[in-house]
């Protein structure tokens, strides 16, 4: 007899099926070995206690603070551990519970049915602009292009280009001069039909630019104002382009003067769920989410939204991550934006494993060959 402890991250589906097990069998033992950990917070005392007894009668468990039997407090916080199979009927069960326990039941099967996301997309970065944080992304004309047609070489799916830097502190630049540094980038996509060979994001939030990256063969506006302004939606939903919703908590000259949040996870969650909201209500079909590593977080802040990506996964839309060589790298590890590449793969391999289907880069080869590895380590 030989004993093998495997990786929790094996493709368990794949290893039943070689084992010979049929296909009702592979779909009830695949569902008892995803596992979810849930917080839950400031729920009411009597819901707890029922939590804790109906997760316990399907095998699931909650964790409660003491005190909580006799109902020492209103409300608890309270943390759920159960395998998909048994939050399945966890939560029909809590559907016919008291004290709030049905909406609990409905947050449940929301996470339940979270779609499981699309291949990772590698997004290159081209600043056409001399203030962006990172001097290997700024490029302008003919040297964009070069740098385009080698992003597309090295695997790029998607080049993102903007002619603002966003980076704290930026200076404010007016659309007039924003468009005068990108149009020339603009023409030569349209006249050489790059767009052929690789998706065009524009990184703006401002109407006149963006109307003329829309023309010049653009699909996707990366607006990290999160679709604000009412003429974006508008141009979006007519072109039918993608929306890249992004969070940041004020604007690039204030965003880091004492970021503060009631729950970052909750408080991101909400204004994804009012944007996505207006977002349809303009007709755009097609939203990327981008929780804003960097603008208006701390360090805490970033580290807990990439280790916590699977909780915007019930929104259903693809997440969107762009860690690149971002300064909580050289805070936590005292390098230089030159010397960050290895602590931003650490970072974007991180949020692939925890749900990102879509990563902002500056260096396409290097992630297209992490990116490959991480793949083929699943596989096996």
Do not use: W
Request: proline fraction near 2%.
């Amino acid at each position: 007899m030989q004993v093998q402890r495997l990786s929790n991250d094996i493709d368990i589906k794949e290893y039943l099926r070689e084992l010979g097990v049929d296909g009702g069998g592979v779909k009830i033992l695949a569902s008892k070995a995803e596992h979810f950990i849930i917080y839950i917070k400031e729920l009411h005392v009597g819901a707890a206690n029922i939590l804790k007894q109906d997760a316990l009668s399907v095998g699931a468990d909650t964790a409660v603070p003491r005190g909580t039997v006799i109902a020492r407090t209103p409300s608890v916080d309270c943390i759920l551990i159960a395998t998909k199979r048994e939050l399945e009927i966890l939560s029909k069960k809590e559907l016919a519970q008291p004290f709030g326990l049905k909406d609990l039941a409905r947050e449940l099967q929301k996470i339940l049915k979270a779609k499981k996301k699309k291949p990772t997309q590698i997004m290159g970065v081209i600043n056409a602009n001399d203030d962006s944080f990172f001097s290997g992304s700024r490029f302008l004309d003919k040297d964009a292009i070069k740098k385009i047609e080698q992003m597309i070489e090295q695997g790029a799916d998607i080049i993102d280009i903007g002619g603002v830097s966003s980076r704290p502190n930026a200076v404010i630049v007016d659309a007039k001069d924003e468009l005068d540094r990108v149009k020339p980038i603009f023409k030569a996509i349209r006249e050489e039909k790059l767009y052929e060979k690789v998706r065009f994001s524009c990184d703006s939030y401002t109407p006149l630019v963006i109307s003329q990256a829309l023309e010049s063969g653009f699909n996707i506006i990366n607006d990290i104002t999160g679709l604000e302004d009412d003429e974006v939606c508008k141009l979006c939903a007519e072109y039918e382009a993608t929306a890249v919703i992004m969070h940041m908590q004020g604007t690039p000259q204030t965003m880091q003067d004492n970021p503060t949040y009631n729950s970052i996870l909750n408080d991101i969650y909400d204004f994804f769920e009012q944007r996505i909201q207006k977002a349809e209500s303009f007709g755009i079909k097609d939203i990327v989410l981008d929780v804003g590593i960097g603008f208006g977080k701390t360090i805490d802040d970033n580290l807990k939204l990439i280790k916590h990506l699977e909780h915007f996964m019930s929104l259903n839309r693809e997440l969107l991550v762009g860690a690149s060589r971002k300064s909580m790298i050289d805070k936590i590890s005292k390098s230089e934006a030159q010397d960050r590449l290895g602590g931003t793969l650490a970072l974007h391999l991180e949020a692939v494993r925890n749900g990102s289907s879509m990563l902002r880069v500056h260096d396409v080869y290097e992630h297209k060959q992490a990116l490959l590895l991480q793949e083929a380590l699943l596989k096996v």
